[in-house]
């Protein structure tokens, strides 16, 4: 089968690639894929992260490998498409260089046949031109905390002075 995946980057401006890819494949193949058509070099660390119908996002699946060996970290190479995406579960969120914190939203449009003498994956439609920079986040402040307090009596904080 062949997912037909559209690919969104988070930005005010519509900037999105639509690619088809073998249910088969990897997330690293995925990621290749997308770099590929966003023109980036591909040399940078980047994951996909599952999510819920409203993008908030769950679990990471990453590139490498970069934990202390506590826990193991779902990797791209070893998830594949077909397990992770479905009409059930169409999104992912995809995350490249965390320096600069490239973010897209990645969705499963269509499930169709493979057809004979296509290669995959391909480059169905670009829109939209890719800026120099990412977009600027823009993260919601708590209105609960006033970073302006003054602290002019210690004591209320609750912390022991002598603690070293």
Known sequence: MIYKIRIILDAE???FRDIEITNTSSLEELHNAVTQAFGFLGNEMASFFTCDEEWNQDEEIAL???SDG???ARLMSETFLEDI?????PKLIYVYDFLTMWTFY???ADIVEKEDGRS???LLFSF???PES???KKFESDPSVDFDDNFDNYDDLDFDENWN
Not at 85 to 89: D, G, K
């Open 13 to 15: 401006e519509d900037i």
């Open 64 to 66: 490498f490998d970069v």
């Open 70 to 72: 506590a826990g193991s």
């Open 85 to 89: 995406l479905s009409e059930q579960h």
């Open 106 to 108: 990645v969705e499963l």
């Open 120 to 122: 995959y994956p391909n």
């Open 128 to 130: 939209g031109e890719i």
């Open 134 to 136: 990412p977009p600027e």
